[in-house]
């Protein structure tokens, strides 16, 4: 008889809509690999089919009620004129995005069906001049089933636009109450948001985690942060846990945890949570079961935050991480795979892949083979630890997931998936003649030659994202990225060339970047649109961090850290000072608002400067520089 206590994992709000956050069916399948009773639920995705349900909006607009017309937004008016619609298409609505309902999709095109608020009049960007359909361009004649997905997701916009307005100020689909938690150096404000009586979102929340715990009855609870937005969210769930059943073991982790938490003091965290893990925690689970079964004392267990008489230990015994060839399949088993919602909220082919479409999520090697990027938390356990497995194992995994789940969709979600892994399982798919779709995250390395990339294709990769980050040779040797902008530029024709999607992760801010390198990075971006060598990007602002290179050596980059508050809770950005003082964050707008429209396929042949607000220099790149780059010989 198995004597083990049963564990249930829980993902807080907010993650993914269209697909489950994969830690707890990671951790789900490995405890089950070693014999023990393991459960998991999505709390995330059912609070979201809770609020927007004709119940839930019953009760948004009842506080709504309450709010003076004259301070009600744009929103709120539409949905108390329209309310009667809204409580009559919010099921179909919902229905059809989870792929439950595909019929309704005609009706939802006709633009009668759903009530249309604020979030429609983005579509007013695409109307052409002879006044025809403003989505012809991205749908054609055809394309019922994606046109409805995105009116559908523009109507469930509307709707979280109305219990942000009406009930809960910090509500986001993707992440709720984010600023209460990332890089907090105290645990002040979360406590005192904590002690306020419950939104209507909070109590729901509440209600939905002791229904889970409830039904499976655990003696462990697991609460898996990845990132800020879902933070306040797992305390609150943690303190209803504690106030319905004291006896349950509460447990913290998860990547948020793993890189904010590492100087942890605070003892109030543990007033929500029994323990606090950081790392994989595979092994720390294991030892803290053998600690609650007595069979190993507290001293031993491994990457483990507790309160002793009051005050913060950390406990660290020295233990070998179970090997990546030993961690198990993660299993779906439990969450609700059919009521997942495919929302198209960007109409771009590659942009879309993260939120349409619900992949099974699964990592080719643990952590990342290059670790050596300046601007990566590269010291920390989940990069900097690599360990590989076999493609045979790698293959039967993905059979396993493909029998649970019954489909053949993948995200390989690794920091760098390597290219010699990636070549392994395409030829052991080839080997088994078992046909998959997949993307995932990769370096632009001349190893993902021509003939590879076709291979990879043939495999079912449909799509790849890579960090170009700056588009500087100058800077991306600082980096340390370990490619120039040229073979960026051909690696990335080699796959766009073999009909795989490539998405460019971009950088701006980075230290010692002037207003040229920006510019002439812009210039760099459009040429390689115009040249279709990328679909689509992203700019995200440079942030340096406690765990990475330079924050680590910022004189070695040119800069100057500001000082730190007293830490007791958590830590991660670290501004500094740049000797270049150059307004970042105004150059951003510009170059987000000309990434938008270049995957739109709009103002590719414009001078980059156009985008700008201010003045700016002419860029010094040649206007022929990646189509002449392309030209050259392929260099493996």
């Not at 965290?269 to 507290?298: C, I, K, Q, S, T």
């Not at 396929?601 to 392309?630: C, M, Q, Y």
Request: net charge neutral; proline share 7%; aromatic share 10%.
């Amino acid at each position: 008889m198995n004597t083990a206590p049963r564990v249930l994992s829980l993902i807080p709000p907010m993650t993914q809509l269209n697909t489950p956050y994969p830690s707890t069916a990671y951790l789900t399948g490995f405890l089950r690999s070693r014999g023990i009773p393991a459960v998991q639920d999505d709390i995330a995705l059912k609070l979201v089919l809770e609020l927007f349900s004709p119940a839930g909006l019953r009760a948004i607009r009842d506080k709504a009620k309450a709010i003076p017309e004259r301070k009600r937004s744009a929103s709120l008016h539409c949905f108390a004129e329209h309310f009667d619609r809204y409580l009559a298409t919010v099921t179909p609505a919902v229905a059809f995005l989870q792929g439950r309902d595909p019929s309704i999709g005609h009706r939802i095109c006709g633009r009668h069906f759903l009530p249309e608020g604020p979030r429609f009049a983005a579509l007013d960007n695409y109307i052409d001049d002879a006044g025809g359909d403003p989505l012809a361009w991205a749908f054609g004649a055809l394309g019922i089933q994606d046109r409805a997905r995105h009116f559908a997701t523009l109507y469930l916009d509307d709707l979280a636009d109305v219990l942000r307005d009406a009930v809960d100020p910090r509500f986001e689909f993707v992440r709720y109450a984010e600023s209460l938690a990332r890089s907090q150096p105290t645990f002040e404000p979360l406590v005192r948001a904590l002690a306020t009586p419950p939104t209507l979102v909070d109590s729901t929340l509440e209600k939905l985690t002791i229904s889970a715990v409830d039904r499976d009855k655990p003696q462990i609870v697991l609460i898996s942060v990845p990132f800020p937005g879902s933070v306040y969210a797992a305390f609150r769930m943690a303190q209803a846990i504690r106030a319905h059943n004291p006896s349950i073991v509460t447990v913290l982790g998860g990547g948020w945890v793993n890189t904010e938490l590492r100087e942890l003091k605070e003892p109030r965290v543990f007033d929500y949570f029994d323990f606090v893990m950081l790392d994989d925690g595979e092994r720390p689970l294991l030892a803290l079961l053998d600690n609650l079964a007595g069979h190993r004392p507290r001293l031993n267990l491994v990457r483990t935050y507790a309160r002793v008489d009051g005050k913060v230990r950390y406990f660290n015994a020295s233990e070998p991480d179970v090997p990546f060839t030993e961690v198990g399949t993660p299993t779906w088993d439990g969450l609700p795979l059919e009521h997942y919602l495919s929302l198209l909220d960007m109409l771009n082919p590659m942009h879309r892949l993260w939120s349409d479409g619900r992949w099974n999520k699964l990592t080719v090697a643990h952590g990342c083979y290059w670790k050596k990027c300046s601007f990566c938390d590269v010291s920390l356990d989940y990069i900097g630890r690599y360990d590989g497995a076999p493609a045979t194992l790698l293959v039967d995994r993905i059979e396993e997931v493909i029998a649970e789940t019954g489909q053949t969709g993948f995200h390989f979600v690794d920091e760098a998936a390597p290219p010699k892994a990636l070549k392994a399982l395409a030829d052991e798919l080839h080997k088994r003649n078992r046909a998959i779709s997949w993307w995932g995250n990769i370096r632009f390395e001349k190893s993902f030659t021509p003939e590879l990339c076709l291979q990879l294709s043939d495999s079912g990769c449909i799509a790849v994202s890579g960090g170009l980050e700056v588009a500087s040779d100058r800077l991306l040797k600082l980096m340390k990225k370990g490619v120039s902008v040229d073979q960026v530029a051909r690696v990335t024709k080699a796959f766009s060339d073999a009909g795989i999607l490539v998405h460019a992760y971009l950088m701006y801010g980075f230290p010692t970047q002037t207003v040229q390198d920006t510019v002439d990075a812009l210039e760099y971006v459009r040429q390689l649109f115009v040249e279709g060598c990328i679909q689509s990007g992203f700019f995200h602002r440079f942030a340096c961090t406690v765990h990475s290179p330079v924050g680590k050596n910022p004189a070695e980059y040119g800069i100057k850290l500001k000082p730190l508050p007293p830490i007791s809770f958590a830590t991660n950005d670290v501004e500094f000072t740049d000797p270049t003082d150059v307004d970042h964050d105004r150059l951003g707008k510009a170059l987000n608002k000309a990434l938008y429209n270049y995957m739109h396929g709009i103002a590719l042949d414009s001078d980059v400067r156009s985008w700008f607000d201010e003045k700016v220099p002419r860029p010094t790149v040649n206007r022929h520089k990646i189509s002449r780059a392309l030209s050259a010989p392929y260099a493996a």
